[in-house]
């Protein structure tokens, strides 16, 4: 398998503009995680879903984000309108089970100008 | 208070010695336990996980944990300098809830 793969890998956008990051999860994992990544504030959970249905979002910082996962092999993250506070490195992560080890992807380098 | 709790560090420690890497947590009912491995410009992977109370070991790595003191810790023995990064401690409780700490930084001189 080849892992949890992120696109894009890096991201410049000015403020106000629309961002989507994409994740595609290992297969047969239930279990998908969003996580965003600061060196003030560490790693965060955004959001997980569970088969596809998310079931904690309380991390997610405002209503400017917003994950959806339509399938079982796609997950996105969409930040509108951005703001320079929003750059941080985002990663996705999958599990086999709640509990179990998660699976990270490389992340996606977001800078918003 | 948070829900899994690191020094920050940064650690330093001279090649060829211990390092330990120490982490509280708050939830009592919490059942899962890893220690995961950040290096700069990487993202997380796991290099261990312990789910009894005890000492786990895997090659230099030994993880400890404590239910009753609510600790876990993570040793490695030999510390080489490709040891220098992020450790990062994971919580998971019985809700499947995760908790990342904010990681150590530990480096190794050579």
């Known amino acids: 398998d080849a892992g949890v793969i992120q696109s894009p890998r890096h991201e410049v956008t000015e403020m106000g503009q629309e961002v989507t990051l994409r994740c595609k999860p290992i297969s047969g994992h239930d279990y998908l995680f969003w996580y965003r990544q600061t060196m003030m504030r560490g790693l965060e959970l955004l959001i997980y879903?569970?088969?596809?249905?998310?079931?904690?979002d309380s991390g997610m910082p405002e209503d400017r984000f917003s994950a959806k996962m339509p399938n079982a092999s796609f997950s996105t993250l969409k930040i509108q309108p951005s703001e320079p506070r929003d750059s941080a490195v985002y990663f996705c992560?999958?599990?086999?089970?709640?509990?179990?080890?998660?699976?990270f992807g490389p992340g996606t380098r977001l800078t918003v100008l | 208070q948070k829900e899994v709790e690191q020094n920050s560090g940064p650690l330093s420690v001279p090649e060829g010695a211990i390092a330990s890497l120490n982490c509280t947590y708050s939830d009592r009912g919490s059942q899962s336990f890893f220690w995961y491995r950040q290096y700069s410009g990487k993202s997380p992977e796991l290099i261990m996980f312990?789910?009894?109370?005890g000492d786990k070991e895997d090659g230099r790595f030994t993880a400890q944990l404590n239910k009753a003191s609510q600790y876990v810790s993570l040793l490695i023995r030999d510390s080489q300098p490709s040891d220098s990064a992020t450790y990062l401690c994971a919580v998971s409780n019985t809700g499947n809830q995760f908790y990342f700490g904010t990681g150590t930084s530990l480096t190794v001189i050579p």
């Open positions: 879903f569970n088969n596809n249905v998310p079931i904690d």
């Open positions: 312990i789910y009894s109370n």
């Open positions: 992560a999958s599990s086999p089970g709640g509990g179990f080890e998660q699976f």
